[in-house]
């Protein structure tokens, strides 16, 4: 029966049978690669897509091959010498390069590795082409040589092509059994395709017997019927296991499908769960109540047994405090209780990474054994740790954890942890969002009676400066009347002096013409006349000192009548500094900015003033350069006055705050500047503002700057407060630790206690609230020396205070063993105060 086989395949019949047989198996096999191809580019991962296409191509390169042998075939077919020396070459080519594509289609180390695979493949290809050529053109020439026509089978090139196939059916065996040896579970795709490869190897090798004569020859000449039987065998197998390897990848797709169908139904409760718990937790704007639904709608949604939201103390990021615990079984009263952050290695963990920390496994540390002791459990479990981040800010921690069961908490579970804690962290920043928004519409509402008041006070204070002002101006108005008066007889005295001056200096004059003529009438009337001559001589010395005398009066009367008409100047800028002073007392009526400039301006009248003052003051021109400055502004500048002037006030001094200041008062014209400067080794406080708007009403004319040497106050203050703050940062520590561990006792989460150690631990916590109020009143102190307090008020319940305030003394009442009796009206009238001043 095998024979009868062997000698159908060798028949012409059967050649035909066998190319028909070959196509329709690697059509079926190429439909089903190219399927699971298109099935697999977005569904399916890289290696079971890259699998699908190599198979694909290789396929499509087989039946291209095989197209080809079968045009060639028709071809040839009208010759039998153009048969016998083109068909047996190209037939043993293209099984060479056949198998060549099915060892890298179905061998997993060269399909894996694309460069390396498809080189040798290409290797291959064009060698088996070059093979071809260069033996077709020796095979042709033996059989142009003429006689009856050789078998292909009888020479040696078609040991070459045997020997080249068994090669390469025993490379991809060895890679496929390696390949299987190491993968556990077995792939029946690998396993199929190791036995192809096997059956290939069998029918080369009986090929290659029947070559030798260890078997019997073929029927016909120039056919491999051992290597048709083997491929006719082995290619169905090859279709076999890419048809196995996606059957295996649809059923891997299905059961992800399950997987993904129940995470989905997961989901779905978890979002369900997510609505309920957001609608629950953005009811109010509450600070105390969004954390206490916040508790009970994050454990409901999560199946917790405790949950509980701590945050950080404010100013503070070593401190956590648990704001809302929910535990339905928890015992004791459930105090607020804050503790260290370096207590809780887990919770300092999730905060410094800003990652969810999640431990489901129960674990008996002190750590968690303290943590779910906070929660109100006994027992340790799982445990969720989710840090509550607000703009990479850390506001707290949200805790979740199973004591009393155990239960782990699954994945969906922990991701629905994660959203809920945003939602969390949004309704935790919008309720102190409100409640900030509620302090600061007090406060400003506060601010804006005080600047009322402000207002009220500087404009009472002009008024009274605007009638003294007057006052002065009266005086100044007779003192410049008697003045005028004076320098009106001056003048009429001055102008008889001159008048009598012009007649001496005319007499002189003549007297020393006639002394002239007498000298010239010496010789004749020398007697007669020199006793004349010397009573003239003498009247003229006379006259000379008489004018000299009268020389003395004219420069007094000139001094006089200089200094009437800076009395005179005087007055105008005393009339000019009434006016500004009259225009600066409307203008303060409609802005409470600005006076102290105008009034500088006005009182800046001589530089004689500016000596007087003790501060610095620094005048500038609408140029922005100094007109003026008095000698204590330039010493405490280091300089002189001569060098300041005719300066750009932007050059007074290098420090960037004195810049910045004359650049902010360039840009609001009518509001005044307070700054501190750096001279050297002196502080000084610069107040800069504006002057008076000249009469035009048109532009100012300049600026003032007052500085006040502060060095001794700021030296002073900066001691203070260092020391403040070092006693500060030395007693909170150890306050904090003791108040955390007595209401972690008086909360009885430890244990139970007994009145007499309640009694005792509740004096120590109101020991220690005592001091701390202390120490916050030692602050505030410093605060207001230096100018730094802030007031933020409130409408407070007058009844609460006044009940706060006696529980707070009531450790100190049953020290003394005092009673206090509080009678108040039901109804009291609220006050606005600031309640963390009290």
Request: charged fraction near 20%; hydrophobic fraction near 45%.
């Amino acid at each position: 029966m095998l024979s009868n086989a062997l000698s159908i395949l060798s028949s012409q019949a059967g050649s035909f049978i066998y190319n028909l047989i070959v196509l329709l198996v690697l059509d079926a096999g190429l439909v089903i690669a190219l399927g699971q191809w298109r099935r697999g580019r977005d569904a399916y991962p890289y290696a079971v897509t890259n699998r699908a296409r190599v198979q694909a191509v290789a396929l499509i390169g087989m039946l291209g091959l095989r197209g080809l042998l079968v045009v060639a075939a028709l071809i040839a077919r009208g010759s039998p010498e153009t048969t016998v020396v083109w068909i047996p070459p190209l037939e043993r080519a293209i099984d060479v390069v056949s198998l060549g594509l099915l060892a890298w289609a179905f061998v997993p180390v060269l399909r894996d590795r694309v460069t390396h695979g498809l080189g040798l493949v290409v290797i291959n290809t064009v060698a088996a082409g070059i093979f071809y050529i260069i033996l077709t053109a020796i095979w042709n020439g033996q059989v142009t040589q003429g006689g009856a026509l050789p078998d292909y089978n009888g020479s040696g090139q078609a040991w070459v092509w045997a020997i080249w196939g068994i090669g390469i059916a025993i490379a991809a065996m060895a890679l496929l059994t390696r390949d299987l040896a190491e993968e556990v579970p077995r792939s029946p795709e690998q396993s199929l395709s190791l036995v192809a490869f096997g059956i290939l190897l069998l029918g080369y090798g009986l090929h290659l017997l029947t070559l030798g004569g260890l078997l019997p020859p073929y029927s016909f000449p120039n056919v491999t019927t051992w290597t048709r039987l083997g491929q006719l065998v082995a290619y169905p197998l090859f279709v076999l296991a890419i048809y196995q390897g996606t059957i295996a990848t649809l059923s891997s797709k299905s059961e992800e499908l399950q997987g993904l169908s129940k995470t989905s139904m997961e989901q779905i409760k978890g979002l369900v769960s997510l609505f309920e718990a957001s609608r629950r937790i953005s009811q109010s704007l509450d600070l105390s109540e969004v954390l206490e639904d916040s508790a009970q709608s994050v454990a409901q949604a999560l199946g917790a047994e405790q949950c509980a939201i701590a945050l950080l103390e404010d100013g503070q990021t070593t401190q956590l405090r648990l704001a809302a615990i929910h535990n339905p079984t928890r015992q004791g009263r459930g105090e607020a209780v804050a503790f260290p952050l370096s207590e809780q290695q887990a919770i300092k963990h999730a905060l410094r990474r800003e990652r969810q920390v999640a431990l489901n496994e129960r674990d008996d540390s002190p750590q968690l054994r303290l943590l779910f002791s906070l929660m109100g459990s006994e027992q340790t479990g799982p445990v969720i740790i989710q840090p509550l981040v607000h703009h990479d800010s850390p506001l707290g921690v949200l805790i979740a954890g199973n004591g009393t069961s155990g239960r782990s908490f699954s994945v969906s579970e922990t991701q629905l942890c994660r959203t809920l804690a945003d939602q969390v962290t949004v309704a935790i920043e919008n309720a102190r969002t409100h409640h900030d928004l509620e302090t600061k519409a007090q406060q400003l509402a506060w601010t804006l009676r005080n600047q009322e008041m402000e207002v009220s006070k500087q404009r009472a204070a002009m008024e009274a400066e605007l009638k003294k002002s007057r006052e002065e101006v009266a005086l100044f108005a007779q003192r410049l009347y008697e003045q005028e008066t004076a320098a009106e007889g001056n003048k009429k005295a001055m102008e008889e002096a001159r008048a009598r001056l012009a007649t001496l200096e005319e007499a002189a004059k003549k007297s020393r013409t006639a002394l002239q003529q007498l000298s010239q009438e010496k010789d004749t009337q020398i007697q007669s006349l020199s006793a004349e001559a010397k009573t003239h001589s003498a009247e003229l010395k006379q006259l000379e000192s008489e004018r000299e005398t009268l020389r003395e009066k004219i420069q007094v009367l000139e001094h006089e009548a200089a200094e009437a008409e800076l009395l005179a100047v005087a007055l105008a800028q005393t009339r000019e500094r009434t006016r500004k002073l009259a225009r600066a007392v409307r203008r303060a009526q409609r802005s409470p900015m600005g006076a102290q400039a105008q009034v500088v301006s006005g009182s800046a009248g001589t530089q004689t003033v500016l000596e007087d003052l003790t501060c610095g003051v620094i005048i500038g021109d609408s140029d922005g350069k100094i007109s003026r400055v008095n000698t204590a502004a330039a010493q405490m500048l280091g300089t002189s006055p001569d060098t300041l002037v005719s300066q750009p006030l932007g050059q007074v001094t290098r420090d960037e705050r004195w810049n910045k200041a004359i650049a902010e008062l360039g840009g609001q014209s009518n509001s005044m500047v307070i700054t501190t400067l750096e001279v050297s080794d002196r502080v000084l406080r610069a107040t800069i503002s504006p002057m008076a708007a000249m009469p035009s009403g048109e532009r100012p004319e300049g600026s003032v700057a007052i500085l006040y040497d502060i060095t001794a106050e700021a030296a002073s203050q900066q001691a203070r407060d260092e020391f403040v703050a070092s006693l500060s940062q030395e007693l909170r520590t150890p306050m904090t630790s003791i108040t955390g561990y007595t209401d972690l006792l008086l909360g009885e989460s430890v244990g139970l206690i007994g009145d007499m150690q309640r009694k005792f631990l509740q004096r120590i916590k109101a020991n220690i609230e005592r001091m701390n109020s202390m120490l916050n009143d030692l602050i505030g102190v410093t605060a207001i020396d230096a100018g730094q307090l802030e007031i933020r008020t409130t409408v407070v319940d007058m009844s609460e205070v006044i009940e706060d305030s006696i529980i707070g003394a009531r450790a100190q009442l049953e020290e003394k063993e005092l009673t206090l009796e509080l009678n108040l009206p039901e109804q009291m009238p609220p006050v606005e105060a600031d309640t963390d001043c009290a």
